[in-house]
């Protein structure tokens, strides 16, 4: 089956304790995205990567690392929590191929930073 | 920078009506796509529609339809015939090629029976 997957789905940490969050597609798409989302703010974009070793900032990417060692993982890393890291966060993924530009998503992991 | 305005909160309809959802962007570039996610209470992201800006011609899925409207920017999605599992929160979002992702802050639809 065709899927995003993402871990842990909920997570309850305490401030400065790093932690990864993994994403993971079996679709072999080449873009990969992290987003955060918040009440009233929707989906906003944390990190995005164009393919393998190509990663770029969102609009929020402050507090939050990302690599791309492979096509198909892209961890997010909290390197040290805070509390306004709480929040529900996505990983999605797209073809990039021409026109078909849809992001497929993952199911969400819920992050609680005491 | 682009940007993405839904100006409607939360929005209401009773079952079999329809309800259209307003969303305006902001953008520089001439091609982008432009979609719209429903997001049910389970949180799992479905996409809805798509549309091209280069294609003038509306996109249509089922009984989900949108009007583009290039020159003012604006993108909106019209659910007829509306039912029970369409209760969600709907995003717009605008993809820029080759540069981020955009999502507007949503709206929040209940479908009454």
């Known amino acids: 089956e065709a899927q995003v997957t993402q871990n842990p789905r909920y997570l309850i940490t305490v401030t400065g304790k790093k932690l990864t969050v993994t994403c993971s597609q079996n679709?072999?798409?080449?873009?990969m995205s992290w987003y955060r989302q918040d009440p009233g703010l929707g989906l906003r974009q944390i990190y995005y990567?164009?393919?393998?070793?190509?990663?770029d900032k969102g609009d929020v990417p402050e507090g939050y690392k990302v690599s791309r060692k492979e096509k198909r993982n892209f961890p997010l890393i909290l390197e040290s929590p805070s509390p306004n890291q709480t929040s529900l966060y996505f990983c999605?993924?797209?073809?990039?191929?021409?026109?078909?530009?849809?992001?497929?998503f993952g199911p969400g992991t819920r992050l609680t930073v005491l | 920078a682009q940007t993405v305005t839904q100006s409607q909160p939360e929005m209401s309809v009773q079952e079999a009506e329809t309800v259209t959802l307003s969303c305006t962007y902001d953008?520089?570039?001439?091609?982008?796509?432009l979609f719209w996610y429903k997001q049910p209470p389970s949180r799992q992201m479905i996409l809805v529609i798509r549309?091209?800006?280069?294609?003038?011609q509306n996109a249509t899925e089922n009984r989900f339809s949108v009007n583009f409207q290039k020159a003012a920017k604006s993108f909106s999605l019209k659910i007829s015939d509306s039912q029970l599992g369409d209760t969600a929160m709907y995003f717009c979002?605008?993809?820029?090629?080759?540069?981020?992702?955009?999502f507007g802050p949503g709206t929040r639809l209940s479908v009454l029976p």
């Open positions: 999605a993924s797209s073809p990039r191929q021409g026109m078909t530009d849809t992001q497929y």
């Open positions: 679709m072999n798409h080449e873009y």
């Open positions: 990567s164009m393919n393998v070793e190509v990663t």
């Open positions: 953008t520089s570039e001439n091609n982008y796509y």
């Open positions: 549309q091209e800006a280069y294609k003038q």
């Open positions: 979002a605008l993809d820029n090629y080759g540069q981020n992702f955009v």
